[in-house]
C-alpha cells in the first residue's frame, strides 16, 4: 500500500503530451519555499481538522480521520488549520487499485507521472506499478524526484523509469541544508549516475529571493551540458508557509535575474 495526496488524470506539465500525474503523500525534505507543504508529512489523526470542516467531510473512527472525498468541496479548510504540514485529504492505494485507476483513461494518455512529496520514498510499490503500467498499457513512466534516495540501489526501478526530472535546489551544500533541511550529496550523485544513464527528462531549480541561484545554475549546466533540458521554476509566495515567506519574501524575482541565470546557463553547457 501506498499513500496518494492526489491524483491529476490529465496534466500537460508533468512531463511529455498529456500524461496522469500520481502525487504521493510524504517528503523528506522541507522545502523553504514549498507551494504545497501539505505534502510534507503524514497526517498524525490529531482531529484538529474535523471541526473546520463545513461540510461534514471529516469525522474521526478508531482515533483516525476519516475523508469522504464524495461530501468534499475542496475548500482546504482542513489543510489551512493544519500545524503539522499535512491534510487528511489522502487515500491508501494498493497497486492494483491504482492500476485500474490509471487504466480507465489509458486510451487517452501518453504515459504517467509519479510525484510527490517525494515519490520515490515508495520506490518499491512504484517499482511494480510501472511493471504493470508498461506491460499491460504500453505507456512511458516517469518520475519527478527531488533527488534525496540513493537510486543506485534501486537497479529495477531506474531500469523501469523512462526519464526522471530531478529538482536541484541548490548545489551549494549549507545551501541546500538551509532550504531544504538536508545534504545534496545524494542529489548530486543521483544527477550524474542516470545522466550517465541517458535517463534525465529535465532538471529545474526553483529561481527565489535570497538564494545564490547564479551559482547553482553555473554549478548544475556544468554537469548536465547538453543532456537534457533545464527548466526554471519562478518562486511565488502562494501557499508558502511563513517560515519561507521570512526567508523568500512576497515578491517574484526580476526579469533581469532570471535572464542572468539563463545567460549563465548558455555560457557553461557547451
Given amino acids: 500500500m501506498a ?15 498529456n500524461r496522469t500525474a500520481i502525487f504521493f503523500q510524504g517528503c523528506n525534505f522541507k522545502c523553504s519555499y514549498c507551494h504545497n507543504p501539505e505534502t510534507i508529512n503524514k497526517c498524525i489523526n490529531c482531529g484538529k481538522c474535523v471541526a473546520v470542516c463545513p461540510v461534514n467531510a471529516l469525522k474521526v473512527e ?10 468534499c468541496v475542496a475548500c482546504d479548510a482542513c489543510i489551512r488549520e493544519c500545524k503539522h504540514l499535512s491534510t487528511p485529504k489522502t487515500k491508501d ?16 494518455i501518453e504515459g504517467i507521472t509519479v510525484s510527490g512529496g517525494e515519490a520515490t520514498l515508495n520506490a518499491d510499490f512504484i517499482t511494480d506499478l510501472f511493471k504493470r ?7 512511458t513512466c516517469f518520475v519527478d524526484t527531488n533527488g534525496s534516495v540513493d537510486l543506485t540501489e ?10 526522471f526530472m530531478i529538482d536541484v ?29 541517458d535517463k534525465v527528462y529535465e532538471i529545474r531549480t526553483v529561481i527565489a ?17 547538453d543532456k537534457c533540458k533545464y527548466k526554471f521554476n519562478i518562486y511565488r509566495h502562494y501557499g508558502v508557509r511563513k517560515e519561507g515567506l521570512e526567508l523568500h519574501g512576497s515578491e517574484s524575482p526580476s526579469k533581469e535575474e532570471i535572464y542572468r541565470c539563463y545567460y549563465i546557463y548558455e555560457e557553461n553547457i557547451l
Fill in 133 to 139: 503500467v508498461k506491460n499491460e498499457l504500453n505507456l
Fill in 169 to 197: 535546489k541548490s548545489m551549494d551544500k549549507e545551501e541546500h541544508i538551509k532550504v531544504t533541511g538536508l545534504s545534496n550529496d545524494s542529489v548530486i550523485k543521483n544527477l550524474k549516475y542516470l545522466l550517465d544513464l
Fill in 3 to 17: 499513500l496518494v495526496n492526489k491524483i491529476i488524470p490529465f496534466s500537460c506539465i508533468d512531463g511529455p503530451g
Fill in 154 to 163: 534501486y537497479e529495477e526501478f531506474v531500469n523501469l523509469t523512462d526519464k
Fill in 62 to 71: 478508531d482515533k483516525k480521520v476519516i475523508w469522504d472525498d464524495k461530501k
Fill in 93 to 108: 492505494y494498493s497497486v492494483d487499485e491504482l492500476f485500474e485507476e490509471i487504466k480507465q483513461i489509458a486510451p487517452f
Fill in 209 to 225: 529571493p535570497n538564494l545564490d541561484n547564479e551559482n547553482t545554475v553555473r554549478q548544475a549546466s556544468k554537469i548536465i551540458k
